[in-house]
């Protein structure tokens, strides 16, 4: 076990001063609701924070996780094409068949024609954009072109959309309408502009909204005017945890006044749908 492992082991999250909270979580997650994790990563940072598949399966057991959607972090082994990185993913998948819903990661500032064609070949589920970690705005033409090429492929991307943003709503809405096609998950909720991204982007029912690792007060600005069919719960692993991102999403929405058959699609059904 890693000792990014060690820091989120399900056991001391689950036990001692956290177990009535956890309690409160298995008390609201509606009966026979399978729940989908879309925000999780496999591999090593730079910053150092890893996260093996073995390891990922334990937490997604523990908390009653059925599926994940998993990509790589910024890898220092990324180089040119995070094509070593993206391999490391794909045998995740492999390795733990039905389990893992692999996306591949880019960088636009280098050559990414041919990885992406591989992946796309290989059968990856969708790609993951990080502007903080490779330094692009999102309407930056060589990232515009990469929407533009998943949009084509019919491959959703979910992007960071959280910490060290600056500008997410202005920078998307001319790809997004004129790609109407375009699946797109807003990783963090956008919480940086969360109502101004939640007004925006209401009209556009292919974009749809992550929750993890967004602090209780901006989820519950979105859980209080959002559609909640278009909210999706994500742990953001190793950065966050299963108990605390369910306890934060579940917290939220029950003050917002979320109805019951609400949440099994906010933990399970809503983005399920992209990936049955």
């Known amino acids: 076990m890693t000792e990014t492992e060690k820091q989120h082991d399900i056991s001391t999250l689950t036990s001692g001063a956290m177990a009535p909270i956890w309690e409160w979580v298995e ?6 609701t399978g729940i989908f994790d879309a925000h999780a990563h496999i591999g090593e940072d730079l910053d150092g924070r890893t996260m093996t598949a073995d ?3 334990e937490r997604m057991k523990a908390a ?3 599926k994940s959607i998993v990509f790589a972090l910024n890898d220092p082994n990324a180089l040119e094409d995070f094509s070593g990185p993206n391999d490391v993913v794909w045998r995740a998948h492999e390795e733990h068949p039905g389990f893992f819903v692999p996306f591949f990661r880019l960088n636009p500032h280098k050559e990414y024609e041919r990885e992406f ?3 796309v070949e290989r059968g990856f589920s969708g790609l993951k954009l990080h502007p903080v970690s ?4 999102l309407d930056d ?3 515009v072109r990469l929407f533009e090429m998943a949009a084509k492929a019919d491959l ?4 960071h959309a959280g910490f060290g943003m600056n500008r997410i709503v202005e920078a998307l809405l001319p790809t997004i309408e004129g790609n109407p096609e375009l699946r797109l998950i807003l990783g963090h909720a956008a919480f940086v502009e969360i109502l101004q991204a939640a007004r925006v982007f209401a009209d556009h029912p292919n974009v749809i909204f992550e929750t993890s690792v967004a602090r209780a007060a901006e989820l519950y600005e979105l859980f209080a005017s959002f559609d909640p069919s278009r909210i999706c719960f994500g742990s953001d692993i190793p950065y966050g945890d299963l108990p605390s991102t369910l306890y934060a999403t579940l917290a939220a929405a029950e003050a917002a006044g979320i109805e019951k058959e609400h949440l099994r699609g906010i933990l399970s059904e809503n983005i399920r749908r992209w990936f049955p």
């Not at 490779?134 to 705005?137: A, D, G, P, V």
């Not at 959703?156 to 992007?159: E, H, K, Q, Y």
């Open 55 to 57: 390891g990922m399966r």
């Open 141 to 143: 033409e060589r990232a």
């Open 117 to 119: 064609e591989r992946c």
């Open 64 to 66: 009653h996780v059925k």
């Open 156 to 159: 959703p991307v979910i992007i």
């Open 134 to 137: 490779q330094k692009f705005e």
């Open 27 to 32: 008390e609201r997650i509606p009966p026979d």
